[in-house]
C-alpha cells in the first residue's frame, strides 16, 4: 500500500456544502424558511409534527419521534464514524444496521439540503433519552443526578 496522498485536483473536485442553523425567538420564521428552498431537493425533518407555518409544502418530509430515531437519521445521512466502536451509535455497525432498515442511503442523494425543525426538540428527545440511561442515577443516593449524563452534553 502507497502513501495515501490526495491531490489538490481530488480535494478541490470533493461535494461541498454549507452547514448552519438559524437561532431567533419562537415566531420570528425560522420555519418559514423552509418556504424558500426547493421542495424538490429538500428533506423535511419534521420533529415538531406539522407546523402551520409550512402547512401545504410540498417537499418530501421524515418525522422521528424518538432519539433512537433521530440517531438512525443522522448515521443514514450522514455516513458512519469509522473511529467508533461497532456498539456506538453512529458506528459502522450502527449505520449497516440502519441500511439494512432504510434501504440504500443512495435515496437521498436527490436532495441538497436536509432541513431540520427543530435542534430544541432534538435537544429534548435526547435528554429525556439521557435521563432514561443507568449514570443517570447516583449510585450512591439512588436518586436522579442533577447533570446530563455522559454522552449528553448539550442536550438541554
Known amino acids: 500500500m502507497s502513501l495515501p496522498i490526495i491531490t489538490a ?5 470533493e461535494p461541498r456544502g454549507i452547514k448552519g442553523c438559524i437561532f431567533g425567538k419562537s415566531g420570528i420564521g425560522k420555519t418559514s424558511l423552509l ?3 426547493d421542495p424538490a431537493r429538500t428533506l423535511f425533518m419534521d420533529l415538531e409534527a406539522g407546523d402551520l407555518a409550512i402547512e401545504g409544502w410540498p417537499g418530501d418530509s421524515i418525522r422521528p419521534r424518538t432519539w433512537a430515531e433521530c ?3 443522522a448515521v443514514f445521512i450522514g455516513g458512519p464514524n469509522l473511529a467508533l466502536r ?3 451509535p453512529y458506528s459502522p455497525a450502527h449505520h449497516a444496521a440502519v441500511c439494512q ?3 440504500d442511503p443512495a435515496a437521498l442523494d436527490r436532495y441538497d439540503t436536509i432541513f431540520v ?4 426538540v432534538a435537544g429534548r428527545l435526547c435528554f429525556q433519552w439521557c435521563k432514561g440511561q443507568p449514570e443517570a442515577v447516583s449510585e450512591k443516593t439512588g436518586k436522579p443526578e442533577s447533570a446530563a449524563p455522559t454522552g449528553c452534553t448539550g442536550a438541554k
Not at 9 to 13: E, F
Open 71 to 73: 440517531r438512525d437519521f
Open 117 to 120: 425543525d427543530s435542534i430544541t
Open 101 to 103: 432498515k432504510f434501504g
Open 86 to 88: 461497532d456498539e456506538q
Open 9 to 13: 485536483d481530488q480535494r478541490l473536485a
Open 35 to 37: 418556504w424558500t428552498l
